[in-house]
């Protein structure tokens, strides 16, 4: 059984900051990645920002140079500093484990989501 929980969203101004953050229920080493991804209203939710153990990252072209995902073990927190925000950026934020369970098998785990809102 794992919990993710995030924390962090919020009401911000366009070209404003905002920080995320996902705490996990166990070590971040028992995950192969962690990822923020988004959903915004009425469209198919897309991967923001993966990080997995060996520190590697990857974003989404509209948020590369703005966005950074980071994480703290020790606390087994992933966050993600958003920079410059957009409106388009508005949506519910989730954070994702990936656990692999063999060398071909696996499962994600979801949290419940936090509200970020840009206005224009």
């Known amino acids: 059984q794992v919990q993710l929980v995030e924390s962090g969203g919020g009401f911000v101004q366009a070209g404003g900051s905002l920080k995320v953050s996902c705490t996990a229920s166990r070590s971040l080493f028992s995950f192969n990645a962690m990822g923020w991804y988004r959903q915004a209203s009425g469209k198919q939710r897309e991967l923001v920002a993966i990080?997995?153990?060996?520190?590697?990252?990857n974003y989404v072209d509209s948020v590369r140079g703005r966005f950074t995902i980071s994480r703290d073990n020790a606390r087994n927190t992933v966050y993600l500093q958003m920079n410059s925000l957009k409106p388009e950026d508005t949506a519910v934020y989730y954070c994702?484990?990936?656990?692999?369970?063999?060398?071909?098998?696996?499962?994600?785990?979801w949290g419940q989501g936090t509200q970020v809102t840009v206005s224009s």
């Open positions: 990080i997995t153990n060996g520190g590697s990252t």
């Open positions: 994702n484990a990936r656990e692999m369970t063999s060398a071909s098998s696996g499962r994600d785990y």
